[in-house]
Each structure stands twice: as structure tokens, then as C-alpha cells.
């Protein structure tokens, strides 16, 4: 009977050191908002770019990226912002990013550029 029991055990241990880990989940990521306050011009490496100063609505969101267009006189610039679907602290955290794909001809030749569908002068 001792050794049916010590048996047993030993297939216990072997079966539990076998089984299969958890492989790491996927963390989601989704769609996220930026909050801008200003743009305003600045040089940088000499060439004439625009910084934005902003807020993300949590410490889970981070910039993806960043692309613009010309239309209707002004420069249409829209930040694209994910956001890892995770347990995050819920506060504004700010944020600063320079935009240096604009020829310094399209930068002074416009007053206005909106970002994400809001107007802000510079």
C-alpha cells in the first residue's frame, strides 16, 4: 500500500511539472484621445517645426504617430493615440511632441493649424 501511495505522488509531481504554462496574453490595444493645449513654432537642427503641447487621459496612453495635410489654408495635422487596454492611473498626463515633416514654406505661408479637428493659432 506504501508504495501505491508513494506511486500515486510521483505521478502527481510529474503531471504538474508537464502541464502546459499560460502562453502571455496579448495586451489590446485601442483608439485613444490626446488633449492639445498650444502649438507653437520652434527650429530644430535649423529647420522650422511645430511643437504641440498636450495631455493624455491616462498613463496607458502613449503618441503612435503623426501625419498632416494641407486644406482650406491651414495645416491639418492629426495625432494618432493608442492605449494599452490595462489597469492604468486614471490622471492628465502632459506630453510634448515636435512635428518636423513641414517644409518651412508651408509653416510660415499658413497662420492657423488644427489638430485632430480643433483650430489653434501658432
Known amino acids: ?3 501505491f501511495y508513494l506511486m500515486m505522488a510521483a505521478l502527481f509531481l510529474a503531471a504538474a511539472c508537464n502541464t502546459p504554462q499560460k502562453a502571455a496574453q496579448k ?10 493645449d498650444s502649438v ?5 537642427d535649423g529647420r522650422a517645426a511645430l511643437e504641440i503641447f498636450g495631455h493624455f487621459p491616462d498613463s496607458c496612453t502613449y503618441l503612435e504617430g503623426a501625419n498632416h495635410s494641407l486644406k482650406n ?6 495625432l494618432i493615440a493608442q492605449r494599452q487596454n490595462a489597469m492604468c492611473t486614471q490622471m492628465l498626463v502632459p506630453f510634448s511632441f515636435v512635428y518636423n515633416k513641414l517644409t518651412e514654406e508651408e509653416i510660415s505661408g499658413h497662420s492657423k493649424v488644427v489638430v485632430n479637428g480643433t483650430a489653434y493659432p501658432y
Open 1 to 3: 500500500m506504501k508504495k
Open 27 to 36: 495586451t489590446d490595444i485601442q483608439p485613444s484621445k490626446v488633449y492639445v
Open 40 to 44: 507653437k513654432t520652434v527650429s530644430q
Open 73 to 78: 489654408g491651414a495645416i491639418q495635422l492629426q
